[in-house]
């Protein structure tokens, strides 16, 4: 029995030994793929009308952008009340819907890549007891009618 045992040992850790080793690593090169940088919630209370704001990078290296669709998650609801910006405080004019779940930004000009959007949804209300919320956001870029997924923004209360 004891022999066995050790056969069955050896042989496991041969077997192990002998396969190379995988490593995972991280989508590559983010730096031509718009993506979210940040998200803020403010105040940060469980309860009430809060601001949710996110961060949208545009690499130098992507086209440019014509539109963003955002999925509201389950237990959330949002007023048509945004704040778009660039990264130096300018406003962007947008054509912003809310229908349903789905908030749409059309931008009235291109948005240039080397750019990073700030957008702020003012009046989110939330229901229910949920202490986290995925907005998954997708894009519209120049030459492309399709929509793009670029991330998912998430905000956690602690």
């Given at each position: 029995?004891?022999?066995?045992?050790?056969?069955?040992?050896?042989?496991?850790?041969?077997?192990?030994?002998?396969?190379?080793?995988?490593?995972?690593?991280?989508?590559?090169?983010?730096?031509?793929?718009?993506?979210?940088?940040?998200?803020?919630?403010?105040?940060?209370?469980?309860?009430?009308?809060?601001?949710?704001?996110?961060?949208?990078?545009?690499?130098?290296?992507?086209?440019d952008l014509t539109q963003i669709t955002i999925d509201i998650p389950p237990g959330l609801s949002?007023?048509?009340?945004?704040?778009?910006?660039?990264?130096?405080?300018?406003?962007?004019?947008?054509?912003?819907?809310?229908?349903?779940?789905?908030?749409?930004?059309?931008?009235?000009?291109?948005?240039?890549?080397?750019?990073?959007?700030?957008?702020?949804?003012?009046?989110?209300?939330?229901?229910?007891?949920?202490?986290?919320?995925?907005?998954?956001?997708?894009?519209?870029?120049?030459?492309?009618?399709?929509?793009?997924?670029?991330?998912?923004?998430?905000?956690?209360?602690?």
């Amino acid at each position: 029995m004891m022999k066995k045992f050790s056969f069955t040992t050896t042989v496991s850790l041969i077997l192990t030994a002998s396969f190379s080793a995988v490593y995972a690593s991280q989508i590559p090169d983010t730096k031509s793929f718009a993506h979210i940088l940040s998200t803020v919630q403010f105040p940060q209370t469980k309860w009430g009308t809060v601001r949710h704001s996110f961060k949208l990078e545009i690499p130098q290296n992507s086209s440019d952008l014509t539109q963003i669709t955002i999925d509201i998650p389950p237990g959330l609801s949002v007023k048509n009340d945004f704040n778009i910006s660039d990264q130096s405080g300018r406003g962007i004019q947008a054509n912003t819907t809310v229908n349903g779940s789905k908030i749409t930004i059309a931008f009235a000009q291109l948005v240039a890549p080397a750019n990073i959007l700030d957008i702020d949804m003012n009046k989110v209300n939330r229901r229910g007891t949920s202490n986290a919320w995925l907005y998954r956001v997708s894009a519209k870029f120049i030459g492309s009618d399709a929509e793009i997924p670029v991330g998912v923004a998430q905000f956690r209360i602690y």
